[in-house]
Antibody, heavy 119, light 107 residues
Framework: QVQLQESGPGLVKPSQTLSLTCSVSGGSINSGGYYWTWIRQFPGKGLEWIGYIYHTGNTYYNPSLKSRVIMSLDASKNHFSLKVASVTAADTAVYFC???????????WGQGILVTVSS | DIQMTQSPSSLSASVGDRVTITCRASQVIRNDLAWYQQKPGKAPKRLIYTASSLQSGVPSRFSGSGSGTEFTLTISSLQPEDFATYYCLQHNNYPWTFGQGTTVDVK
């Protein structure tokens, strides 16, 4: 059974860079043709899909965030990462990592991590 | 972006009730629609994908239907563990987008 776990700072100052890591267990991020994705949930409960990364390094980013987002992966550590630059209070959210099969919506999710942007 | 409109935004129901939630897409998305259940403090759980395919392990009282722009999630007989918030997600066109959610609470 695949398991995902987010980690990173829970508090980030405005204008700084939010950095999160998703550790994957129960399967290799290099195998099976899966994509690895980030989704966030705002305090009002709305959900926003941030984008995905494939094991080849190919990425897709939501245009709403594209200029500020970078995703990467480290196969040797079996984890993938998210960076969001120049954060504001509007980036305060619970950030989830999840797995995608090609053309299918996320099946396995991490438990989520709350990131608050505040000085 | 494709807009996903869920209705109602909330509903009150009793155990044993039949519950129906609707999701409407702003453009045709074939059957590329999923339904998720979320409980407080937890990640969303996939119930249905490709509009009507039941996720393994999900009780058969959950069903999905529709194609094009109109989709429905039905719970045939509401159980105590089904009180939660439900979201639809279109996975037809990037960026994938979610509905705003429907909260099912106790009547």
């Amino acid at each position: 059974q695949v398991q995902l776990q987010e980690s990173g700072p829970g508090l980030v100052k405005p204008s700084q860079t939010l950095s999160l890591t998703c550790s994957v267990s129960g399967g290799s991020i290099n195998s099976g043709g899966y994509y690895w994705t980030w989704i966030r949930q705002f305090p009002g409960k709305g959900l926003e899909w941030i984008g995905y990364i494939y094991h080849t390094g190919n990425t897709y980013y939501n245009p709403s965030l594209k200029s500020r987002v970078i995703m990467s992966l480290d196969a040797s550590k079996n984890h993938f990462s998210l960076k969001v630059a120049s954060v504001t209070a509007a980036d305060t959210a619970v950030y989830f990592c999840a797995r995608l099969s090609p053309e299918l919506p996320p099946d396995y999710w991490g438990q989520g991590i709350l990131v608050t942007v505040s000085s | 972006d494709i807009q996903m409109t869920q209705s109602p935004s909330s509903l009150s129901a009793s155990v044993g009730d039949r519950v129906t939630i609707t999701c409407r897409a702003s453009q045709v998305i074939r059957n590329d629609l999923a339904w998720y259940q979320q409980k407080p403090g937890k990640a969303p759980k996939r119930l249905i994908y490709t509009a009507s395919s039941l996720q393994s392990g999900v009780p058969s009282r959950f069903s999905g239907s529709g194609s094009g722009t109109e989709f429905t999630l039905t719970i045939s007989s509401l159980q105590p563990e089904d009180f939660a918030t439900y979201y639809c997600l279109q996975h037809n066109n990037y960026p994938w987008t979610f509905g705003q959610g429907t909260t099912v609470d106790v009547k």
